[in-house]
């Protein structure tokens, strides 16, 4: 299937759904009284757009817009996470007395469209298309770091997060340029078939741009040298937006990443596996750049004894270095492992924002100290959340994220990268020791008196709840999602 743009309108419902609920929004907020109304309609709004999503999973697998866009599952479960990411956000700035103080009509248009953007990213299939939906996002999400318009932190957040992401934009799309001078196309798969035939004299203008391009995709996935802007933005922004920026934004940069590096610099090779094109390896850049993202990720947080935040954006950093294991690989197993670790991190990580954002609800701050003696002073329910996702962000058993690196670890092991399998398992011991910290805090050390006492309503109860319960669950039932990744795991190519 290969649609025109007028035939592809009717399969992309959830965005132009998006889109024009984001100008929707825009405008009730300028003829509505009670603008609390306006988080429910982007709640529903994104909750729609999900049904429309799992209704297209059953749907022919093509490409849309002059084959700008894929239809295909891998995108459509990228797409899945995204909008969880979106909803879960959303749930959580509901209950959040930060977003609460802000201009509520234009957060909630300017998240679904930053929503709406991260789809894209997930569909794209050319250069253009994932260029402008990747900047679609970063120009959303500068505004949205820096929404809390009266704290000095949060403007300095977003500038930081502009410089950085402007620099980046422009090595990447300096780097896409080369690569479209090199194939003549746009078009992931015509870049593939005229890749295969490179000569030596066009390798390293090939791996040049490679280079440049990582920059951008780097920065998205906040992976080492590019993640300088993460703790800064992570600290400065509204807990709700990081966690959608650790979740959401990373998620749709990996569905990117991987969609570019597996159909436009690679062709599956049988058996499961893939082959470069190009002659150029791209896969050990990958690997130095997973085994350095992993490693500083983990090393940086020990140190971090001061904001939580700040220490979930190191771990976030070590978590895309686990991530992009699967990648390095080449096989249908590392791909698979991949998209499963990522969704359970989408459930670790929400959950640890979610339980930073109820303590800071109570006590205006997000520090360490602040969670002294949590389970003690009446967040018991939040602490032993905390407590879950903590271990499984580390990989304990029997929880998602131990199912998660197990099955990265067995992707690595199986195609001989023993190293990378080792370094991976250190990292995950190293982390067990700042994870440990946070809930050593929390039920260990006693409460000075100054930290108050942590409500729970039923409103972040509820999501709470079904995070760690998720959490758990995949722990130990972990096959439907596994086979729902593994058939997502097969790329349209055309």
Known sequence: ??????????????????????????????????????????????????????????????????????????????????????????????????????????????????????????????????????????????????????????????????????????????????????????????????????????????YVALILTVAGLGFKISAFPFHMWAPDVYQGAPVPVAAFLAVGSKTAAFALMIRFFLTALAQPGGGGTYEIVGGVRWDHLLLVLSALTMTYGNLAALNQQANVKRLLAYSGIAHAGYALMGLVVLTDDGLRAMIFYLTVYYLMNIGAFLVVMMVANSTGREDLASFRGLAWRGGALPAIAMAVFMFSLTGLPPLAGFIGKFHLFAAVVKEEFYILALIGVANSVVSLFYYAKIVRTMFLDQPEGGEGVVEVDMHNGLLLGLLTIGTIVLGLFWGPLFDFADRSARLFVG
Do not use: C
């Open 1 to 206: 299937m290969d649609l025109a743009n007028f035939a592809s309108l009717s399969h992309s419902l959830p965005a132009l759904l998006l889109a024009f609920s984001v100008v929707a929004v825009f405008l009730l907020d300028l003829v509505i009284e009670k603008k609390e109304w306006l988080g429910d309609i982007a709640l529903l709004v994104v909750a729609a757009a999900i049904f429309l999503v799992v209704m297209q999973l059953s749907s022919e697998t093509g490409t849309l817009f002059h084959k700008s866009i894929v239809l295909d599952e891998f995108g459509l479960y990228f797409q899945l996470l995204v909008l969880l990411s979106s909803f879960a956000t959303i749930w959580m700035s509901l209950g959040s007395r930060e977003v609460r103080r802000l201009n509520q009509g234009e957060y909630w248009a300017i998240l679904l469209a930053a929503t709406l953007g991260m789809a894209y990213m997930a569909s794209a299939n050319n250069l253009l298309m994932a260029y402008l939906s990747l900047e679609f996002v970063s120009l959303t999400s500068y505004v949205l770091a820096g929404y809390s318009l009266h704290s000095r932190r949060s403007g300095e957040a977003s500038l930081k997060y502009l410089i950085y992401g402007g620099v980046a934009s422009g090595a990447m799309i300096y780097g896409m340029s080369w690569i479209y001078g090199l194939a003549g196309s746009l078009e992931f798969h015509a870049i593939q078939q005229a890749l295969a035939g490179l000569d030596a004299s066009g390798q390293l203008a090939l």
